[in-house]
């Protein structure tokens, strides 16, 4: 082999050499950037399922919207949708004249729900947070939707008996809450919704804790 000749060919190998680690640089940064991304989106829908409640997006089937707003006639004031996912309670709520507002922890249905709300015309409305249910008073809404599950209804009912005053209506969609008595039932399956007059539920209670004195003594 001649002197070029056995120059030329340790040259070429270091140029093949140095493109190969090109491609590798390369193809490290896309399946690290894909990486990132992927723990960007999925880190909101991972987090909540973290807690000690797992509240998962499950989209309100267009029978259950219609339910809810059966259980708003005749009602008005502000209303307030706990864990309003990607926003379509709160939407149709605006729609029909409430000021309503949603609170979900995942960000991305929060920024989804208010982008529909402008889509939809009904922004000016509605209002969105990223927020955990469990860290908001809801003390000054007069309407108040959940779709929980039944794991978080009895704590819930707790906080809600103690925060809302007497002329509120809670409306729960899928579950309804293990001790107060529902003012009116719609709806099948998994369509079912309760509503609940919390003046009722509390006139209810201190009947039942007059009788239970009564008792007593």
């Keep these: 082999m001649s002197q070029a000749l056995a120059k030329e060919v340790p040259q070429q190998e270091g140029e093949g050499g140095s493109r190969r680690s090109g491609w590798g640089l390369l193809v490290t940064a896309g399946v690290g950037g894909t990486l990132v991304a992927l723990y960007a989106v999925a880190t909101p829908f991972v987090t909540p399922a ?8 499950v989209p309100a089937t267009t029978a259950q919207i219609q339910n809810v707003l059966k259980m708003l ?3 008005s004031g502000s209303l307030v949708d706990i864990g309003s996912g990607d926003g379509r309670i709160v939407i149709a709520a605006a729609k029909r004249g409430f000021q309503a507002v949603g609170y979900e922890l995942n960000p991305w249905l ?3 729900s208010r982008y529909r709300a402008w889509r939809d015309g009904v922004h ?3 209002k969105f947070y990223i927020s955990d249910l469990w860290k908001v008073s ?3 809404y ?6 929980g599950v ?9 906080k809600l008996e103690e925060e809302l005053k007497c002329n509120a209506r809670i409306i729960a969609c ?5 001790c107060w008595i529902p003012d009116h039932t719609t709806g099948e399956g998994i369509d079912t919704v309760w509503a609940y007059d919390l003046k009722h539920s509390r006139a209810r209670e201190t009947k039942s804790l007059e009788i239970t004195l009564e008792t007593e003594s």
């Excluded at 899928?174 to 293990?178: I, N």
């Design 50 to 57: 973290l807690r000690k409640v797992c509240l998962p997006f």
């Design 73 to 75: 006639e005749n009602r």
């Design 110 to 112: 929060v920024w989804y």
């Design 124 to 126: 000016q409305n509605t």
């Design 138 to 140: 809801f003390s000054h």
């Design 142 to 147: 007069r309407n108040v939707v959940v779709f």
């Design 150 to 158: 039944p794991q978080m209804m009895p704590q819930l009912e707790k």
């Design 174 to 178: 899928r579950f309804p809450f293990p």
